[in-house]
């Protein structure tokens, strides 16, 4: 393309969103060029922010028409590097951002893609009603980009992820038509389930415009406990004890090893050690329950009784206040934001079969201590969902450059333990930039190409979100 080509497209996209929604200042693009750890950073003609359905479409048909590539992009919260783009535009959707329509006795809302979940979370409470997604970035990831990555988060044990979550979507593709499949039916067998092939597509197939939510019940009451255990298998023990006795209520189960409690306790300044004494490993658990009247943390307190009888469980504090509530909750969300302090991370975010956490556990951590001596594990994560953030952190006596010159190695270390127990390289985040070659490695080969072969029949030209993924 002639630079004269270029010009000519952004005046018609300048024409189509408004002088004030488009921009091609590198200073004011810099913040959409790059992913939040700032592993990539991209090239970009200009970034958009239409704010209809029509300004998306129009913007991807001329965009089509002038064989520019269209990188769609909600908070930029992402961390694979899937909305990085490489001379492209960018496609904001922040600006679809409207609450369509709330339908508390169908249980669904519908709405812009650009809506931020903690916005969505607060207008259904208001309903209320639940919408149950829940991340640490919700105050700034946008429902498009939750949808596109297919996100989990802390409830997905009760709720499932946001896949779970969607009932319908609207789409535009990638010659500019719009597929409208908002719908809020429960039940619908006319044929392929098309919403699923966009959602965890991470923009490559077309750009979520709009999406029809299911919405639950609102619990009544809420109870958090913060549990000291011994090892990783006394934490799948204690999993499975609470499951038996509150399978209907059981909301959260995250795990957390001594060193990341640690470290969040330094970097939270208001923080402390909820115990006295310390122990391997913790887990956050929460029950909810629809019934205001059950008393859940007598039921909790009896199971956990149970646990420490049994030797699985070392200690156990239940929250009771909000103030503590928060104050336990903090201490899970700030995780992500806590390790950034210690220096180069390897991080892997995998899943694998509930019942062999702690085993991939036991196995992974020497063979990654083996590759490189002194490494420091931070392992945390969605234990409930057998996904866990098994993130390895650079020897105190290493250069960071030096450790993420050896970080690959890493990869394919735990990548090929996470294969050998059956599991996924990529249980939350996405493939993106960050994951593209491995997932060529892992993924079955059949189903690769039948991927290939549904993005070259929905983008024959490869204009969307080209280069992620695949
Ligand atoms: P973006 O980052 O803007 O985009 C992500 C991908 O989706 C890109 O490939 C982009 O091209 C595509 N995309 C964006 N919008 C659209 C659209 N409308 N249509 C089509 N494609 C689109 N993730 C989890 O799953 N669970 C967690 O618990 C979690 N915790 C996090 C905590 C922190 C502190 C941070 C920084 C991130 C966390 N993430 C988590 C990752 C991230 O927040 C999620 O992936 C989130 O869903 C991304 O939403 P976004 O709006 O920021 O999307």
Same mark, same amino acid.
């Given at each position: 393309?002639?630079?004269?080509?270029?010009?000519?497209?952004?005046?018609?996209?300048?024409?189509?969103?408004?002088?004030?929604?488009?921009?091609?200042?590198?200073?004011?693009?810099?913040?959409?060029?790059?992913?939040?750890?700032?592993?990539?950073?991209?090239?970009?003609?200009?970034?958009?922010?239409?704010?209809?359905?029509?300004?998306?479409?129009?913007?991807?048909?001329?965009?089509?028409?002038?064989?520019?590539?269209?990188?769609?992009?909600?908070?930029?919260?992402?961390?694979?590097?899937?909305?990085?783009?490489?001379?492209?535009?960018?496609?904001?959707?922040?600006?679809?951002?409207?609450?369509?329509?709330?339908?508390?006795?169908?249980?669904?809302?519908?709405?812009?893609?650009?809506?931020?979940?903690?916005?969505?979370?607060?207008?259904?409470?208001?309903?209320?009603?639940?919408?149950?997604?829940?991340?640490?970035?919700?105050?700034?990831?946008?429902?498009?980009?939750?949808?596109?990555?297919?996100?989990?988060?802390?409830?997905?044990?009760?709720?499932?992820?946001?896949?779970?979550?969607?009932?319908?979507?609207?789409?535009?593709?990638?010659?500019?038509?719009?597929?409208?499949?908002?719908?809020?039916?429960?039940?619908?067998?006319?044929?392929?389930?098309?919403?699923?092939?966009?959602?965890?597509?991470?923009?490559?197939?077309?750009?979520?415009?709009?999406?029809?939510?299911?919405?639950?019940?609102?619990?009544?009451?809420?109870?958090?406990?913060? &549990?000291?255990?011994?090892? %990783?298998? #006394?934490? $799948? +023990?204690?999993?499975?004890?609470?499951?038996? @006795?509150? !399978?209907?209520?059981?909301?959260?189960?995250?795990?957390?090893?001594?060193?990341?409690?640690?470290?969040?306790?330094?970097?939270?300044?208001?923080?402390?050690?909820?115990?006295?004494?310390?122990?391997?490993?913790?887990?956050?658990?929460? &029950?909810?329950?629809?019934? %205001?009247? #059950?008393? $859940? +943390?007598?039921?909790?307190?009896?199971?956990? @009784?149970? !646990?420490?009888?049994?030797?699985?469980?070392?200690?156990?504090?239940?929250?009771?206040?909000?103030?503590?509530?928060?104050?336990?909750?903090?201490?899970?969300?700030?995780?992500?934001?806590?390790?950034?302090?210690?220096?180069?991370?390897?991080?892997?975010?995998?899943?694998?079969?509930?019942?062999?956490?702690?085993?991939?556990?036991?196995?992974?951590?020497? !063979?990654?201590?083996?590759?490189?001596?002194?490494?420091?594990?931070?392992?945390?994560?969605?234990?409930?969902?057998?996904?866990?953030?098994?993130?390895?952190?650079?020897?105190?006596?290493?250069?960071?450059?030096?450790?993420?010159?050896?970080?690959?190695?890493?990869?394919?270390?735990?990548?090929?333990?996470?294969?050998?127990?059956?599991?996924?390289?990529? !249980?939350?985040?996405?493939?993106?930039?960050?994951?593209?070659?491995?997932?060529?490695?892992?993924?079955?080969?059949?189903?690769?190409?039948?991927?290939?072969?549904?993005?070259?029949?929905?983008?024959?030209?490869?204009?969307?979100?080209?280069?992620?993924?695949?």
């Amino acid at each position: 393309m002639t630079v004269a080509d270029i010009s000519a497209l952004l005046e018609t996209l300048r024409g189509i969103v408004g002088n004030r929604h488009m921009t091609s200042d590198p200073a004011e693009m810099a913040l959409r060029l790059v992913e939040d750890r700032g592993l990539f950073t991209g090239t970009a003609h200009a970034v958009v922010r239409p704010a209809t359905t029509q300004e998306v479409a129009d913007c991807v048909r001329h965009c089509a028409k002038a064989g520019v590539p269209v990188v769609p992009q909600g908070g930029n919260t992402g961390v694979a590097g899937g909305g990085v783009p490489d001379g492209a535009v960018v496609l904001v959707t922040d600006r679809l951002n409207r609450i369509h329509d709330m339908d508390a006795l169908n249980g669904t809302m519908t709405v812009g893609a650009g809506c931020i979940l903690a916005d969505l979370r607060q207008a259904a409470a208001k309903a209320d009603r639940l919408f149950a997604l829940s991340l640490s970035s919700e105050g700034s990831c946008q429902i498009g980009g939750n949808l596109a990555t297919n996100a989990g988060g802390s409830n997905v044990l009760r709720y499932g992820n946001a896949r779970n979550l969607c009932l319908g979507l609207e789409v535009v593709l990638p010659d500019g038509r719009v597929w409208n499949g908002l719908s809020g039916l429960r039940k619908d067998n006319t044929g392929y389930d098309l919403k699923n092939l966009f959602i965890g597509a991470e923009g490559t197939l077309g750009i979520i415009t709009a999406a029809t939510l299911k919405l639950h019940p609102r619990p009544r009451r809420e109870e958090t406990a913060f &549990l000291g255990v011994p090892s %990783a298998e #006394a934490a $799948l +023990a204690v999993y499975d004890r609470l499951r038996a @006795a509150h !399978a209907d209520t059981l909301s959260m189960f995250e795990y957390i090893e001594r060193f990341c409690l640690e470290t969040v306790l330094r970097h939270l300044p208001d923080a402390c050690d909820p115990m006295e004494d310390t122990h391997a490993a913790y887990v956050l658990v929460e &029950l909810a329950g629809l019934d %205001a009247d #059950a008393d $859940l +943390a007598a039921r909790l307190e009896t199971t956990l @009784a149970e !646990a420490i009888e049994a030797g699985e469980l070392s200690d156990a504090v239940i929250a009771q206040s909000l103030s503590q509530r928060q104050s336990l909750r903090a201490l899970r969300e700030d995780m992500s934001e806590a390790q950034k302090a210690l220096g180069g991370n390897a991080k892997h975010d995998i899943s694998v079969p509930v019942s062999r956490l702690s085993d991939f556990i036991r196995v992974a951590v020497p !063979a990654c201590q083996k590759e490189i001596r002194g490494l420091r594990p931070f392992v945390f994560g969605h234990f409930g969902d057998g996904n866990l953030h098994f993130n390895m952190i650079q020897p105190v006596d290493m250069s960071r450059v030096d450790f993420e010159a050896r970080a690959k190695d890493l990869h394919r270390v735990v990548n090929d333990i996470v294969a050998d127990f059956g599991g996924s390289i990529s !249980a939350e985040h996405g493939i993106g930039l960050l994951k593209r070659d491995a997932l060529r490695r892992y993924k079955d080969p059949v189903a690769l190409d039948l991927m290939a072969r549904i993005k070259a029949l929905l983008d024959p030209i490869n204009i969307m979100n080209p280069g992620k993924v695949l």
